[in-house]
């Protein structure tokens, strides 16, 4: 069993601190953790608030006395003159909606067999949901789903259409008590084929018939044993915005204080890189009390490596939906021009890249060559220009640089640039648009940054089809080819950020993107190649293909994630492939297809995924679909919704 037994923990190696070494580490002061402290039983709200508000940013507690199972079905009786809840005057209502999280009563059986329970239970869920909506509460913990919680969901889902702010998280479990038993193998299945047992299969189906909801989330429940790694990673995908962390699952190091095991550990950390709540539930086992549990999991948090200069360019942008760039229509702001040049690896690359073309033709040049043409074709505000120029001071062989730019204002700033610098005769100027320059004369290298997320969705192809005239028999192209990659994912982030535009052209539309809470069902593949220069004749640039991936964990496709990786030259590559990635290389997101229905596929099944690209002489387009496990409409036939303009 993945995450082994109970008892397996004590073989695992554990690094852990002393009670001196987190008082003494200063780092957690920086950011704290947003930590709360799970209640079952509050006798006196306003004191128990007081007594944990030093230590706690929040704390979760009963909407209803947890043993008050009332009959709301039976208007008779004592339970009239008795109240449910606490007075809404305990409080005042800024600290109800900033230090209460209420938590429904976990005795409510809403798809129980006994009408009479079923019904009562729609009474008693109904009758707190409004209570926690009337006190302005941020937030409730709905007690965990079993599989089929179908009378469950459809009351949730018909209250979340009336909320506005308050968020729902539903508790789940990372392990059910079944899996802990018999482990995660060979579980018994419904018959749809779907585990019975499996957590993230109750949270999926509830999800799925609530469609989705945006206000819906996971309070995730870590449990003394752990799933496989893959199942860990897929709830990345998930919209978890709480973590509870029981006491039970801690350990105890030689000093007496709680720890956890290296695989906790671990997974807490890739946590800490999300926006999520955390929440201590249980009775105190170690020294120091509840407050000891907090400080373990900060000093946890404190230990995370700092993040590197690309991780803090991207972290405005994560999750943060673009439209793509059109280039051939649009001209590009001084402010995009900025952002891309701050990159400090692609122009190395290229750099690099022109390096060892200039190399290779030096060492067949004809004697009589006393320099290269060497022609940047939309040279914006001149890195590429800047950066041939050290490769050729590396490479001792002189150039002479043509930089064509169709960007009337990217033109001045390249006029400026060479009136302040060394270029001199070394750099002509090109104020014109690739397509109708004529060249004076040809080049040995033709240069370009014209890729998009996905490669050619920025037209790459069509426009360095029409410049590679101006190359040379045997001239050199940088980049000589460039690939796309392809790879099913779950985001229900992403996907509610779609929907949130009510349009049906937003489902359509590929969006740029830097992909974050999301979860990749298996690695990218090869979509579309092309190369330069194209020899093909009569070239064509529409391209159709079909991909098969393997989905290691069962999951709900949301969309599809596009990368590219690019060969620039010789030994040169450029990629934002994960799998091939340019290591703090910023200047590209992936591109995100959504697709406009989620789709669930079972552990070990096949998605298969088809996609064309498709031109006239006016515009270029994608289309989309899924095939298997389901067929899915093809997306934005005929570039209904989203188009490239040339």
Not at 141 to 158: E, G, K, M, Q, W
Not at 321 to 349: C, G, H, V, W
Not at 448 to 459: A, I, R, T, V
Not at 620 to 628: D, G, Q
Request: proline share 6%; net charge negative; with cysteine.
């Amino acid at each position: 069993m993945a995450g082994g037994k109970k008892g397996s923990k004590k073989e695992e190696v554990i690094e852990v601190p002393l009670e001196s070494e987190i008082e003494n580490d200063q780092s957690h002061a920086v950011e704290n953790l947003y930590f709360g402290l799970e209640f079952n039983c509050v006798p006196d709200l306003v004191e128990t608030l007081e007594d944990n508000r030093n230590e706690f940013d929040f704390i979760v507690v009963p909407l209803g006395h947890p043993k008050n199972e009332r009959n709301l079905l039976n208007p008779q009786g004592a339970a009239d003159e008795e109240t449910f809840a606490r007075s809404d005057t305990l409080l005042n209502s800024s600290q109800w909606s900033s230090f209460i999280i209420g938590k429904i009563s976990n005795w409510i059986d809403l798809d129980s067999v006994n009408e009479s329970t079923r019904r009562n239970s729609e009474r008693v869920l109904l009758q707190e949901l409004s209570w926690a909506a009337h006190l302005n509460l941020p937030s409730i913990v709905l007690p965990t789903p079993s599989f089929d919680s179908t009378n469950y969901a459809h009351i949730v889902h018909r209250k979340l259409q009336g909320l506005m702010y308050m968020q729902m998280w539903l508790r789940i479990p990372l392990m059910s008590t079944w899996q802990s038993i018999h482990g995660e193998d060979n579980a018994p299945l419904a018959p749809n084929g779907k585990p019975i047992h499996d957590p993230w299969e109750h949270w999926n189906n509830f999800k799925t018939l609530c469609d989705q909801h945006a206000s819906l989330s996971v309070a995730l429940e870590l449990t003394e044993d752990l799933p496989g790694e893959g199942v860990l990673k897929r709830w990345l995908g998930e919209p978890v915005k709480a973590v509870i962390i029981p006491t039970k699952i801690f350990m105890t190091n030689k000093s007496g204080f709680p720890v956890l095991s290296k695989r906790h550990q671990q997974f807490l950390i890739q946590l800490f890189r999300y926006k999520i709540q955390y929440i201590l539930n249980g009775t105190p086992k170690h020294k120091g009390g509840m407050p000891s549990y907090r400080q373990y999991v900060q000093f946890l948090y404190s230990k995370s490596p700092p993040l590197s200069a690309e991780e803090s360019f991207e972290a405005p942008y994560l999750d943060y939906l673009q439209a793509p760039l059109q280039p051939l229509m649009d001209n590009l702001e001084s402010q995009t021009y900025e952002t891309f040049e701050r990159d400090p690896i692609k122009y190395r690359l290229y750099e690099d890249a022109v390096y060892q073309a200039l190399v290779d033709l030096k060492k067949n040049k004809d004697a009589t060559k006393t320099h290269v043409t060497l022609m940047v074709v939309g040279a914006g505000r001149g890195p590429l220009v800047r950066a041939s120029l050290r490769a050729s001071t590396r490479a001792a062989y002189p150039i002479k640089v043509y930089a064509v730019e169709k960007n009337p204002n990217a033109v001045i700033t390249l006029k400026n640039l060479k009136l302040s610098s060394s270029w001199g005769d070394m750099v002509t100027i090109v104020d014109s648009d690739m397509r109708v320059w004529n060249a004076p004369e040809q080049a040995d290298i033709l240069v370009s940054e014209l890729l998009g997320s996905f490669g050619d969705n920025e037209l790459s192809p069509e426009c360095l089809d029409g410049a590679q005239r101006f190359l040379k028999e045997g001239g050199i192209s940088i980049p000589t080819s460039y690939t796309s990659y392809l790879a099913p994912i779950t985001s229900s982030k992403l996907w509610n950020e779609v929907k949130a535009w009510k349009e049906a052209k937003s489902f359509e539309t590929p969006y740029v993107v830097k992909l974050h809470n999301f979860y990749q069902l298996d690695e990218a593949k090869e979509c579309f190649t092309f190369v330069h220069p194209n020899k093909e004749d009569p070239i064509d640039n529409e391209r159709y293909r079909k991909i098969s991936f393997l989905s290691k964990e069962s999951a709900t496709i949301h969309g599809l994630a596009g990368y590219f990786d690019s060969h620039l030259y010789g030994t040169v590559h450029m990629s934002i492939n994960p799998a091939t990635f340019s290591t703090g290389m910023f200047s590209w997101f992936p591109l995100y297809f959504p697709l406009r229905e989620p789709m669930y596929v079972s552990s070990g099944s096949t998605v298969e995924v088809n996609m064309w690209r498709n031109c006239t002489r006016v515009k270029v387009w994608y289309e989309w679909s899924l095939t298997s496990p389901q067929v899915s409409p093809i997306h934005n036939v005929g570039g209904r919704s989203y188009w490239i303009g040339l």
